[in-house]
């Protein structure tokens, strides 16, 4: 017996095929043929496919991802988000930069039929952070992750900011605000969460700088081959800003999965901030990462919230029923 949703979704990945076939021949050279599509996410903000195209006598394991619309700037209730062609560019001028980020092949036009979107490289590796915490064939990446991540980290804020100019400027105080008002839509009153958004208020951290941030640094977000990290993904939420939030939300408890370092749940603190330090030449406020460790609870507790709220699929709401846990790790933070 075949499922309505099974005949839906065999037709719409017909459909892609059929333009993406098209797309790469004209983007990326005939034929074009496609093969093996198969679709890995399909997030909030983007879907990602999996696919190897002919292209002249080659074939080439590539990943397309569109956008699903959401707003590039926002408003003061909305999380600005990167997508589409600016998300190809910002990748690009990282990979200018000199930081791992997926090699983008082409950007999707208008015509291509499939939305906002591009087809960038497939890059091996892990992503799971279960395997690469625990498994024996990751031993050589866990010795240097914590600083491969400080000198990654000390790349993404050289990127010039002049080639990325859509990216929103978001200090501290205007993060706050933002998420406030994100909070206060839903009506949804947490005495946690006032608590929390009054200790961010009182203890914002003095800026020193201001470049290019990843905004979800994180393990998840980054493919891990067996001894280094092979490429930095998701840079949807990236922003202009203190360069010291990445440095804490890739601290955060929540992105540790069960790990025992703080780093991830592999590495140490000093060894991230002694890594950055060489590679940026500027030296480290801990008070800052600390703030920016500490907000970050408090964030992904309120994306929690937006998750949970959004109906959009069961994965939203099994993430919007873990945002006790944030808030649980900020209490014992502060405490």
């Given at each position: 017996?075949?499922?309505?949703?099974?005949?839906?979704?065999?037709?719409?990945?017909?459909?892609?095929?059929?333009?993406?076939?098209?797309?790469?021949?004209?983007?990326?050279?005939?034929?074009?043929?496609?093969?093996?599509?198969?679709?890995?996410?399909?997030?909030?903000?983007?879907?990602?496919?999996?696919?190897?195209a002919?292209?002249?006598n080659?074939t080439?394991?590539?990943?397309?991802?569109?956008s699903?619309?959401?707003?590039?700037?926002?408003?003061?209730?909305?999380l600005?988000?990167?997508?589409?062609?600016?998300?190809?560019?910002l990748?690009?001028?990282?990979?200018?930069?000199?930081v791992?980020?997926?090699?983008?092949?082409?950007v999707?036009?208008?015509?291509?039929?499939?939305?906002?979107g591009?087809?960038?490289?497939?890059?091996?590796?892990?992503?799971?952070?279960?395997?690469?915490?625990?498994?024996?064939?990751?031993?050589?990446?866990?010795e240097?992750?914590?600083?491969?991540?400080?000198?990654?980290?000390?790349?993404?804020?050289?990127?010039?900011?002049?080639?990325?100019?859509?990216?929103?400027?978001?200090?501290?105080?205007?993060?706050?605000?933002?998420?406030r008002?994100?909070?206060?839509?839903?009506?949804?009153?947490?005495?946690?969460?006032?608590?929390?958004?009054?200790?961010a208020?009182?203890?914002?951290?003095?800026?020193?700088?201001?470049?290019?941030?990843?905004?979800?640094?994180?393990?998840?977000?980054l493919?891990c081959?067996?001894e280094?990290?092979?490429?930095?993904?998701?840079?949807e939420?990236?922003?202009?800003?203190?360069?010291?939030?990445?440095?804490?939300?890739?601290?955060?408890?929540?992105?540790?999965?069960?790990?025992?370092?703080?780093v991830?749940?592999?590495?140490q603190?000093?060894?991230?901030?002694?890594?950055?330090?060489?590679?940026?030449?500027?030296?480290?406020?801990?008070?800052?990462?600390?703030?920016?460790?500490?907000?970050?609870?408090?964030?992904?507790?309120?994306?929690?919230?937006m998750?949970?709220?959004?109906?959009?699929?069961?994965?939203s709401?099994?993430?919007?029923?873990?945002?006790?846990?944030?808030?649980?790790?900020?209490?014992?933070?502060?405490?």
């Amino acid at each position: 017996m075949v499922w309505m949703s099974e005949l839906t979704d065999n037709k719409k990945q017909a459909e892609i095929t059929a333009k993406l076939r098209d797309a790469v021949s004209r983007l990326l050279g005939p034929p074009g043929d496609v093969v093996e599509l198969r679709r890995l996410t399909a997030g909030a903000t983007k879907a990602t496919w999996a696919f190897k195209a002919h292209v002249g006598n080659s074939t080439l394991p590539l990943i397309l991802q569109l956008s699903n619309g959401s707003s590039q700037r926002g408003d003061d209730a909305t999380l600005p988000l990167v997508a589409g062609g600016n998300d190809a560019a910002l990748m690009m001028a990282a990979a200018h930069a000199g930081v791992p980020a997926p090699p983008v092949r082409a950007v999707l036009t208008e015509d291509c039929g499939l939305g906002e979107g591009y087809i960038m490289d497939y890059v091996p590796g892990e992503t799971i952070a279960r395997r690469i915490l625990r498994e024996s064939q990751f031993a050589r990446l866990r010795e240097s992750f914590a600083s491969r991540c400080g000198e990654i980290l000390a790349g993404i804020h050289k990127i010039d900011a002049t080639s990325v100019p859509f990216l929103t400027s978001l200090s501290a105080q205007r993060q706050i605000a933002l998420y406030r008002n994100i909070y206060d839509r839903y009506d949804y009153p947490v005495p946690v969460l006032e608590v929390a958004f009054r200790w961010a208020e009182d203890h914002l951290p003095d800026a020193a700088r201001t470049t290019v941030v990843h905004g979800d640094f994180r393990m998840g977000n980054l493919i891990c081959g067996e001894e280094r990290i092979q490429a930095v993904l998701d840079w949807e939420l990236a922003c202009l800003g203190d360069p010291m939030q990445d440095l804490g939300w890739l601290c955060v408890k929540t992105w540790r999965f069960g790990g025992p370092g703080p780093v991830g749940g592999i590495g140490q603190r000093a060894d991230l901030f002694a890594a950055y330090e060489r590679a940026s030449a500027t030296v480290i406020d801990p008070a800052s990462v600390r703030f920016w460790e500490g907000w970050g609870c408090i964030k992904w507790a309120i994306i929690c919230l937006m998750k949970g709220q959004s109906q959009r699929s069961v994965e939203s709401f099994a993430i919007g029923r873990r945002m006790e846990e944030p808030l649980y790790d900020f209490l014992e933070f502060v405490e």
